[in-house]
């Protein structure tokens, strides 16, 4: 099972885990009630004014920010309840979550994350339907008998970084001789709180090797000695130290297995090396790779970004007093990922080509003056890059289609192009980013995995020979009765925005469908970090569809579609092509009959609550509903609890920085005496990046404000962090409310409550 709008991983920060039995859900049912309960309590208005550049800023509800406080305790929990016997009052729900529940049963297993390994050896996460959670699995050959490696329930985790929900695996990385293999685990949705345990692969046991304070961005990498690696931590903050020293200052650290971790030693990262300075700010990190002598180091956003600053030294110099970096590319080079294959860099590059090229450059002497493009840039998009023992392999999206290129190593070498069994999209595989797996791709192993999906057909795993040319079904993911989505079609438009530029929107409706404008519909977008919005595919959605229900996604301005030049275009000063790219394509459908206000609702999860935010403060009226996941409407207060999002979107310190935030507020746009429209609100009470009282503020000000009559909703996960809950039974409630929601919203018969 496969949302990743409803997951929030758009970021890619780790492979979701997300499936659970169906039967532990049922166990925690919301009891039906067909009738609305009382309204909610309305919060204080305590306003608080700050100035910025003369200009004053009221803020009605700033005490909210203190989680702490009983009396914001207590108002939480009261909306929490209220949204949660709302949710359980509408008829149609425990019918849908039927339905969903058993479209979800009809998954044998879900492959989550998948390494390809020397020996024929295959490594992945995988979710049994009987069973709650992702766990690593290894097997030897595609038919070889599967072995259960490390479940991570079993997993003992600290004192201090124990969370609430279950734990859950984030990243895995095999030692380069398959002795040991190195699992971050994330405890009860808590990013900030992930630990690194190593696992003995052929006993299962664990080492005893136990790293705490560690993030999902700690990712280890082995070294040639296959008894150490490498790895990310964050600081040890003083109890005085603000919220947002929290992810400062990163370090990546030595560990040799059978040592203490509190005396393991700073490789790289902010002050570590004499001649390298690293911005406060930024993550530093090092990647390793089995076959190389080379070893990277990267400095970089710790969340999505187009670029980092390369460095590279001797794998066997790492740990050892003045290790020889030596600069690759800085961050003004625009260089986004590198490839090694012997003493051959691949770069990938947007510099003076927003859809990117492939450079090539000597890692002995790696002067980006002398490189010689490989894989040069045309229409297409080149998303990313793999080496493989025989090839690199390179992911281009073409007008929305995904596409796989092989460049063979050597001098005048002829770029091929691999041919897929359907278009859709290809997925990248990134459960080891230290190594690059882009998806599926081992310097050891010849040829490359493929993730494939469309919007109505499910992903499977390919695998591509580069003997025979061709691309097989590897079998590892089960089939299904509903793979295929045979009564849904898709069609792919590009809508004029407000300034004329063509915003390509993707729309899946049932075949059969009339255009009348009844047809209830959901509208998505994310638009930040340069993402793409390719073909998702999800079993649970024939619910949807099954219902009359069209699945839109409008590929704004701020995402990758186009490449660096389309992100540019809707981040910082610019964000406000993203929402009103969004408001243009909830208008081509409402023109074109596929849906009306009355019918559409809007959609955006994490950096997309600003889109959806901003679209209903200046166009109320083109919704009925909207649903925002762990949104961030007050950018301006963003900044005071985290830092990681200023490169994307900017900050106050400046008066254009300051008004572009302002611009991107959702919170201080919204008016009193206005027809809102209504709104269902997410938030994980663990969520270290986006903070709850993001959600909590902005459902305080629209209950106030609104004069339509319609809910506005707060649904929180106590043990859930920025993805919130990671098992099944979690992911299909909050499918089933958010569904029951909009069809409440949309008058659907059969949701109906009594009042």
Same mark, same amino acid.
């Given at each position: $099972?496969?949302?990743?709008?409803?997951?929030?991983?758009?970021?890619?920060?780790?492979?979701?885990?997300?499936?659970?039995?169906?039967?532990?859900?049922?166990?925690?049912?919301?009891?039906?009630?067909?009738?609305?309960?009382?309204?909610?309590?309305?919060?204080?208005?305590?306003?608080?004014?700050?100035?910025?550049?003369?200009?004053?800023?009221?803020?009605?509800?700033?005490?909210?920010?203190?989680?702490?406080?009983?009396? /914001?305790?207590?108002?939480?929990?009261?909306?929490?309840?209220?949204?949660?016997?709302?949710?359980?009052?509408?008829? @149609?729900?425990?019918?849908?979550?039927?339905?969903?529940?058993?479209?979800?049963?009809?998954?044998?297993?879900?492959?989550?994350?998948?390494?390809?390994?020397?020996?024929?050896?295959?490594?992945?996460?995988?979710?049994?339907?009987?069973?709650?959670?992702?766990?690593?699995?290894?097997?030897?050959?595609?038919?070889?008998?599967?072995?259960?490696?490390?479940?991570?329930?079993?997993?003992?985790?600290?004192?201090?970084?124990?969370?609430?929900?279950?734990?859950?695996?984030?990243?895995?990385?095999?030692?380069?001789?398959?002795?040991?293999?190195?699992?971050?685990?994330?405890?009860?949705?808590?990013?900030?709180?992930?630990?690194?345990?190593?696992?003995?692969?052929?006993?299962?046991?664990?080492?005893?090797?136990?790293?705490?304070?560690?993030?999902?961005?700690?990712?280890?990498?082995?070294?040639?000695?296959?008894?150490?690696?490498?790895?990310?931590?964050?600081?040890?903050?003083?109890?005085?130290?603000?919220?947002?020293?929290?992810?400062?200052?990163?370090?990546?650290?030595?560990?040799?297995?059978?040592?203490?971790?509190?005396?393991?030693?700073?490789?790289?990262?902010?002050? /570590?090396?004499?001649?390298?300075?690293?911005?406060?700010?930024?993550?530093?990190?090092?990647?390793?790779?089995?076959?190389?002598?080379?070893?990277?180091?990267?400095?970089?956003?710790?969340?999505?970004?187009?670029?980092?600053?390369?460095?590279?030294?001797?794998?066997?110099?790492?740990?050892?007093?003045?290790?020889?970096?030596?600069?690759?590319?800085?961050?003004?080079?625009?260089?986004?990922?590198?490839?090694?294959?012997?003493?051959?860099?691949?770069?990938?590059?947007?510099?003076?080509?927003?859809?990117?090229?492939?450079?090539?450059?000597?890692?002995?002497?790696?002067?980006?003056?002398?490189?010689?493009?490989?894989?040069?840039?045309?229409?297409?998009?080149?998303?990313?890059?793999?080496?493989?023992?025989?090839?690199?392999?390179?992911? /281009?999206?073409?007008?929305?289609?995904?596409?796989?290129?092989?460049?063979?190593?050597?001098?005048?070498?002829?770029?091929?192009?691999?041919?897929?069994?359907?278009?859709?999209?290809?997925?990248?595989?990134?459960?080891?980013?230290?190594?690059?797996?882009?998806?599926?791709?081992?310097?050891?192993?010849?040829?490359?995995?493929?993730?494939?999906?469309?919007?109505?057909?499910?992903?499977?795993?390919?695998?591509?020979?580069?003997?025979?040319?061709?691309?097989?079904?590897?079998?590892?993911?089960?089939?299904?009765?509903?793979?295929?989505?045979?009564?849904?079609?898709?069609?792919?438009?590009?809508?004029?925005?407000?300034?004329?530029?063509?915003?390509?929107?993707?729309?899946?409706?049932?075949?059969? $469908?009339?255009?009348?404008?009844?047809?209830?519909?959901?509208?998505?977008?994310?638009?930040?970090?340069?993402?793409?919005?390719?073909?998702?595919?999800?079993?649970?959605?024939?619910?949807?569809?099954?219902?009359?229900?069209?699945?839109?996604?409008?590929?704004?301005?701020?995402?990758?579609?186009?490449?660096?030049?389309?992100?540019?275009?809707?981040?910082?000063?610019?964000?406000?092509?993203?929402?009103?790219?969004?408001?243009?394509?909830?208008?081509?459908?409402?023109?074109?009959?596929?849906?009306?206000?009355?019918?559409?609702?809007?959609?955006?999860?994490?950096?997309?609550?600003?889109?959806?935010?901003?679209?209903?403060?200046?166009?109320?009226?083109?919704?009925?509903? /909207?649903?925002?996941?762990?949104?961030?409407?007050? $950018?301006?207060?963003?900044?005071?609890?985290?830092?990681?999002?200023?490169?994307?979107?900017?900050?106050?310190?400046?008066?254009?920085?300051?008004?572009?935030?302002?611009?991107?507020?959702?919170?201080?746009?919204?008016?009193?005496?206005?027809?809102?429209?209504?709104?269902?609100?997410?938030?994980?009470?663990?969520?270290?990046?986006?903070?709850?009282?993001?959600?909590?503020?902005?459902?305080?000000?629209?209950?106030?404000?609104?004069?339509?009559?319609?809910?506005?909703?707060?649904?929180?996960?106590?043990? @859930?962090?920025?993805?919130?809950?990671?098992?099944?039974?979690?992911?299909?409630?909050?499918?089933?409310?958010?569904?029951?929601?909009?069809?409440?919203?949309?008058?659907?018969?059969?949701?109906?409550?009594?009042?």
């Amino acid at each position: $099972m496969r949302a990743a709008r409803f997951l929030l991983c758009v970021l890619c920060l780790a492979p979701a885990p997300l499936v659970a039995h169906p039967a532990h859900f049922r166990v925690r049912a919301l009891s039906a009630n067909t009738s609305l309960p009382p309204s909610p309590p309305r919060a204080p208005v305590r306003p608080v004014t700050d100035t910025y550049y003369g200009i004053k800023i009221t803020d009605p509800y700033r005490y909210m920010e203190n989680l702490d406080d009983p009396e /914001v305790q207590s108002w939480i929990k009261a909306q929490n309840d209220y949204t949660r016997a709302v949710l359980a009052s509408l008829p @149609g729900r425990q019918q849908l979550l039927a339905r969903i529940v058993e479209l979800g049963e009809s998954i044998a297993a879900d492959i989550g994350s998948m390494l390809r390994l020397p020996g024929d050896v295959y490594l992945y996460s995988k979710h049994v339907a009987t069973e709650d959670i992702y766990k690593l699995y290894i097997r030897k050959g595609l038919t070889g008998t599967e072995r259960l490696l490390l479940d991570p329930e079993r997993i003992t985790i600290a004192e201090s970084s124990r969370g609430k929900g279950k734990n859950a695996i984030g990243s895995f990385s095999p030692s380069n001789d398959l002795k040991y293999v190195a699992v971050t685990i994330i405890p009860g949705g808590s990013e900030d709180n992930t630990e690194i345990h190593i696992i003995e692969i052929a006993s299962g046991r664990e080492t005893g090797d136990v790293i705490t304070r560690c993030c999902v961005k700690s990712y280890p990498a082995w070294l040639p000695d296959n008894h150490s690696f490498v790895y990310g931590r964050l600081q040890t903050l003083p109890p005085s130290a603000p919220t947002t020293e929290v992810r400062q200052k990163y370090r990546t650290y030595l560990h040799v297995l059978g040592t203490d971790p509190a005396k393991d030693q700073a490789v790289f990262g902010y002050g /570590v090396v004499p001649s390298i300075e690293v911005d406060p700010r930024l993550y530093a990190s090092i990647r390793t790779q089995p076959d190389s002598k080379y070893a990277l180091g990267v400095i970089g956003l710790p969340i999505a970004a187009p670029n980092s600053a390369f460095y590279i030294a001797a794998v066997d110099s790492i740990g050892k007093s003045n290790t020889p970096w030596r600069k690759v590319a800085d961050l003004s080079d625009d260089v986004a990922d590198i490839a090694i294959h012997g003493d051959d860099l691949y770069l990938l590059t947007f510099k003076n080509t927003p859809r990117y090229k492939i450079i090539h450059l000597d890692a002995r002497k790696p002067d980006l003056s002398t490189a010689e493009t490989i894989v040069p840039p045309g229409e297409a998009v080149i998303e990313d890059m793999a080496a493989a023992q025989d090839a690199l392999y390179v992911r /281009v999206l073409d007008s929305g289609i995904g596409r796989v290129l092989r460049v063979p190593y050597g001098a005048g070498a002829q770029v091929e192009k691999v041919a897929l069994p359907f278009e859709g999209a290809v997925f990248p595989f990134r459960p080891a980013p230290p190594q690059g797996a882009a998806f599926g791709s081992d310097p050891r192993v010849p040829g490359t995995l493929l993730l494939l999906n469309s919007w109505t057909k499910a992903y499977k795993i390919y695998a591509y020979d580069q003997t025979t040319r061709q691309v097989s079904d590897t079998k590892l993911q089960p089939s299904s009765p509903h793979d295929e989505f045979a009564d849904v079609e898709t069609v792919e438009v590009k809508v004029p925005s407000h300034d004329g530029t063509l915003v390509p929107l993707s729309i899946a409706r049932p075949k059969k $469908m009339k255009l009348d404008g009844l047809n209830p519909t959901l509208l998505y977008g994310y638009g930040a970090y340069g993402v793409s919005q390719g073909p998702e595919f999800d079993h649970t959605w024939l619910a949807w569809y099954e219902r009359g229900g069209v699945n839109a996604t409008c590929h704004v301005r701020g995402g990758g579609e186009y490449g660096e030049e389309w992100h540019q275009a809707g981040k910082g000063p610019t964000k406000p092509n993203t929402w009103l790219d969004f408001i243009a394509c909830a208008q081509y459908l409402i023109e074109k009959k596929y849906t009306s206000p009355s019918h559409l609702a809007g959609h955006g999860a994490s950096m997309g609550g600003i889109m959806v935010g901003r679209a209903i403060t200046d166009r109320p009226d083109l919704f009925a509903a /909207v649903l925002v996941d762990a949104g961030v409407p007050d $950018m301006l207060r963003a900044e005071t609890t985290d830092l990681i999002d200023v490169p994307e979107v900017g900050n106050s310190k400046t008066e254009a920085g300051f008004k572009a935030l302002y611009a991107m507020s959702p919170y201080y746009f919204v008016k009193d005496g206005t027809r809102y429209p209504a709104a269902l609100f997410t938030a994980g009470m663990n969520d270290s990046r986006l903070k709850p009282w993001q959600s909590a503020k902005m459902v305080a000000r629209l209950q106030t404000a609104t004069t339509s009559g319609k809910a506005v909703l707060l649904y929180l996960d106590y043990t @859930g962090g920025h993805d919130m809950g990671n098992t099944a039974a979690e992911y299909q409630a909050r499918l089933a409310n958010s569904w029951s929601f909009l069809m409440w919203q949309f008058g659907e018969p059969d949701f109906q409550p009594h009042r």
